[in-house]
């Protein structure tokens, strides 16, 4: 059975997001976690991902150690936004692919979302399904 657990961080509904993520993307959804600089609350694990664990502690310590580095995108975002590349716009997304899972992250204020998707998903149809729920459109 999948982990799934209510919004609770975000000032957006991130149940909603989740939903509109899953319409486009379906069982390529893993993972969807909201975050803010100092916390993060999974909402949805797919039972791939949560058999992976001995149990929910061990899978809840283990994106702990992960998700403790989300903090590290909002400083990226910035110096992308203020020093590297302040003529190009927001950044929207920060996606990393890796051969087992894409990693999509979505940037609002001071909150956003870890998304986590099969490896060869296609990451455009989420963001522009996300964005409008997030309200960063």
Not at 32 to 48: C, I, Y
């Amino acid at each position: 059975m999948p982990l799934t657990g209510p919004s609770e961080l975000a000032s957006f509904d991130g149940v909603a997001a989740m939903e509109a993520a899953r319409d486009v993307v379906g069982d390529d959804l893993l993972s969807f976690v909201e975050f803010t600089s100092d916390a993060h609350r999974p909402l949805f694990v797919a039972d791939e991902i949560v058999e992976l664990y001995r149990d929910e502690d061990h899978l809840q310590r283990h994106y702990d150690r992960v998700l403790a580095h989300l903090n590290m995108d909002f400083l990226e975002r910035d110096t992308y936004e203020k020093t590297l590349l302040p003529n190009a716009g927001r950044v929207r997304a920060i996606v990393t692919r890796m051969e087992g899972l894409t990693l999509l992250r979505m940037l609002a204020a001071d909150e956003g979302l870890y998304v986590a998707l099969a490896p060869d998903a296609d990451v455009e149809p989420v963001i522009d399904a996300v964005e409008p729920v997030m309200g960063t459109e």
